[in-house]
Every structure is written in structure tokens, then in C-alpha cells.
């Protein structure tokens, strides 16, 4: 094949890009006009429908909804309140500790979903309004809400884990299993980062108030719903 039909192709997908047309529909495009210039019409309209079908009609794609609705019922339950609220008592006194308390909870909430906007949002609802009413500096609430919400991607059950294990034909078990570490590792040097911050400026980052060990102790009976469905 001729290398300038490649050429031709990117320089129509960037300018399709300019143009605001979204980056499936312009690759979709761009790869049928090519088929087609390369075959004829019917073949690549044929050979699109083969490949739509070969690479979604897989049993494995039938858990990325079952994980999405699966946090869904999470949240709408409860569960992922109680985690929160479990971990601000623990260590909500610390420096820092409400923010490192919703690093860890994004973590817990990575466990019983599939989706960082849906952890992103659970934390926007639950977690901002209480940094807010004890002084943290936005910026720094905001962008650790964004960055835990990035520990969904390797503490499983992990959608991207999904499709990357279909398309590379990897072990989905064993990618969810090689995740875990390196999600709980990621969550102690974000927290490690804002307890730093936190002690050098207190201002950003106040501590919140201190509990008893009897509720420390009792809240751990609230988080009996994620631990369970993250075992299963």
C-alpha cells in the first residue's frame, strides 16, 4: 500500500478533529473512506459490521454495565458514606486528614464500581461540603478529589482493565489482582503528599475534629458492605 494514503488518512482525521467531529465518529470515518478506497463501498461497509461485531460482542463487555449499576446501588444504599465517614473519624485529625480521609474513600469507593466519574461525583456530594466547612483551601480539595478518583483505573473491579485485558487478550483475573498494590501504594503517597503540604501550611488544610476510640471503633461496623462486595 501506498505510505501517502496513511498521510492522507491522518491529515483528514485532524482536520475531521479541528471540526469538533467526536474521535470515535472521525477514526469511523476515516477508516471506512480508506476500506472503501482501498476495496469498494460494499466491502468496507461489510467489513465494518464484522469488526463492530467481533470486537464488542464479547461476554466479558456484559460487566462494565454490571459494575457501573453496581455503583449505583452502592451509593444510592449508602455504603460509600459509611466508608467515608469511617475513615474521617480515623484520621480526620491528622493534618490534612479529611482530604487524606477522601483519598482513601475514593480508593474504598474504587472497590464497588467501574467508573471514576462515578467515584469523582460520589466524593463531590459527600466529601466537598465537609472540606468546605472546615476552611480547606479549594484548589487543594478539588484537585485531590480528581486525582483519587484516578485510583479507579488500577483498584478493581477497573473498566479499563476490562477493555484492555479484551483487546491485548490478557487475564482480566490476574490484571484486577496486579492493580490492587499499586492502587493502595498510589492512595498512601497521595496522602503522604497532602499530610507534607498540610504540616508545612496548616492554613490550606486544617485538622478536623478528634474522636473517641469508641467511635472510631464503631464506625468500622459501618463498612461491612464495601469490604463484602469487594471480596465478592
Not at 202 to 215: F, K, N, Q
Request: proline share 6%; with cysteine; charged share 10%.
Amino acid at each position: 500500500m501506498d505510505p501517502s494514503y496513511g498521510m492522507l488518512g491522518f491529515a483528514v482525521l485532524f482536520i475531521l478533529l479541528l471540526l469538533g467531529v467526536p474521535i470515535a465518529f472521525g477514526i469511523c470515518i476515516v477508516g471506512l473512506a480508506g476500506f472503501a478506497l482501498l476495496t469498494t463501498l460494499g466491502q468496507s461497509i461489510s467489513g465494518f459490521g464484522v469488526t463492530a461485531f467481533t470486537s464488542t460482542g464479547s461476554y466479558v463487555l456484559t460487566c462494565i454495565p454490571l459494575f457501573i449499576m453496581m455503583g449505583q446501588f452502592a451509593f444510592q444504599s449508602g455504603v460509600t458514606r459509611d466508608s467515608y465517614d469511617m475513615i474521617h473519624k480515623w484520621v480526620g485529625h491528622l493534618p490534612g486528614g479529611l482530604t487524606i480521609a477522601t483519598i482513601f474513600a475514593a480508593a474504598a469507593i474504587g472497590a464497588v464500581t467501574g467508573s471514576s466519574a462515578a467515584a469523582v461525583s460520589t466524593l463531590c456530594i459527600i466529601a466537598l461540603p465537609e472540606l468546605n466547612r472546615y476552611k480547606y483551601d479549594p484548589v487543594m480539595s478539588c484537585g485531590a478529589i480528581a486525582s483519587a478518583g484516578t485510583l479507579r483505573i488500577m483498584i478493581p473491579p477497573s473498566i479499563p482493565m476490562v477493555l484492555y485485558g479484551i483487546l491485548t487478550e490478557q487475564s482480566i483475573g490476574k490484571l484486577f489482582i496486579g492493580g490492587i498494590i499499586p492502587g493502595i501504594i498510589m492512595a498512601i503517597i497521595f496522602s503522604a503528599m497532602v499530610y507534607v503540604r498540610a504540616k508545612r501550611n496548616p492554613t490550606i488544610a486544617p485538622p478536623g475534629p478528634r474522636y473517641s476510640w469508641r467511635e472510631r471503633v464503631t464506625s468500622l461496623g459501618k463498612v461491612w458492605g464495601v469490604l463484602s462486595l469487594f471480596a465478592l
